[in-house]
């Protein structure tokens, strides 16, 4: 049972996450009229050190998926049930945390990612089971070994929130870009002609078209909204989440907090200078982070 600290905690995040949420749909709000006069000022094409950071972003959120999923698989392991309902929930739980691990290895091999500092590295199959098995299953090993020794249902149904609360904010935002493609500033920089601004409200109507006659990537058509702030902002609960795994971190709960909201601001702000996002998308992805972080906190308090 969780200690009055930690459910004050999960008050007061909440209520951050729901504050947060509110300055993401003000500077929507702003985006929305003045996108094209602050992408201009951010622009720094295919700057190295925020090129770092941009990836590094989305590792972060892969390697949370990757611990928290081996973090569960120990509490699949540990449960106790019949041998057979035990290996069910093994094999549930080992199929899922690998296809969820390869999506992740994919994304961070990706062309906005690793992809565009390493020459070479690209969002293929072989490449995407190498980052797997290098970068992601030693995560998962770390979080399955911190909690080896434990058999918690309460434990087991939280790391199940948590993983939860990533999927939803991911679906989220891959919804919104398939109904809302929109040219990243990068690409209006290049002075295609046909390729103009279009607001997030106003998307483009003959993508292919443009992609076939250009050659152009179609990732360059999907900035609306931010996938990498999304992840990022999500940090309001997957850092403190750490607390879950490791006890002892609990009582630095709201530093963890502190963190996660700078690496998630320093993401933001590193994908505009890029020119991947535009301010309305950054905003976008940050607030329905929020949200799902604010949800999750209350969700967290009631479950027993």
């Given at each position: ?107 961070v091999l990706d062309i906005n990612n690793l992809g565009s500092i390493i020459p070479g590295v690209q969002r293929d199959v072989p490449q995407m089971i ?99 702030t999304s992840n990022s902002i999500m940090n309001l609960a997957l850092f403190p989440a750490l607390g879950l795994v490791y006890p002892s971190l609990k ?54």
């Amino acid at each position: 049972m969780d200690d009055e600290k930690t459910l004050k905690f999960n008050k007061a995040a909440g209520i951050i996450s729901i504050i947060s949420a509110c300055i993401f749909a003000v500077t929507f709000v702003l985006g929305t009229f003045l996108d094209y006069r602050i992408a201009p000022a951010l622009f720094s094409d295919k700057n190295f050190t925020w090129l770092i950071v941009t990836t590094l972003g989305i590792y972060i959120f892969c390697a949370f998926y990757a611990f928290f999923f081996g973090a569960l698989l120990s509490q699949a392991v540990n449960v106790p049930k019949s041998k057979n309902k035990r290996t069910g929930y093994i094999i549930a739980v080992t199929v899922i945390g690998l296809i969820a691990m390869l999506i992740c290895g994919g994304s961070v091999l990706d062309i906005n990612n690793l992809g565009s500092i390493i020459p070479g590295v690209q969002r293929d199959v072989p490449q995407m089971i190498i980052m797997l098995v290098v970068g992601l299953l030693p995560i998962s090993l770390l979080g399955y070994t911190a909690c080896k020794k434990r058999s918690d249902a309460l434990l087991a149904k939280r790391l199940i929130l948590v993983l939860s609360a990533m999927t939803v904010s991911f679906l989220l935002y891959e919804m919104i870009k398939i109904g809302l493609p929109r040219p990243r500033y990068r690409l209006l920089a290049k002075g295609y002609e046909g390729i103009d601004f279009h607001r997030w409200y106003d998307p483009i109507k003959n993508k292919a078209e443009l992609i076939a006659k250009y050659g152009i990537n179609k990732d360059d058509f999907k900035s609306f909204p931010s996938g990498h702030t999304s992840n990022s902002i999500m940090n309001l609960a997957l850092f403190p989440a750490l607390g879950l795994v490791y006890p002892s971190l609990k009582r630095r709960s709201m530093l963890l907090l502190v963190l996660g909201v700078f690496v998630g601001i320093t993401v933001l702000i590193s994908r505009m200078v890029l020119g991947a996002h535009f301010l309305s998308d950054v905003s976008c992805g940050g607030f329905t982070a929020s949200v799902v972080s604010a949800v999750y906190y209350r969700v967290y308090n009631k479950i027993r």
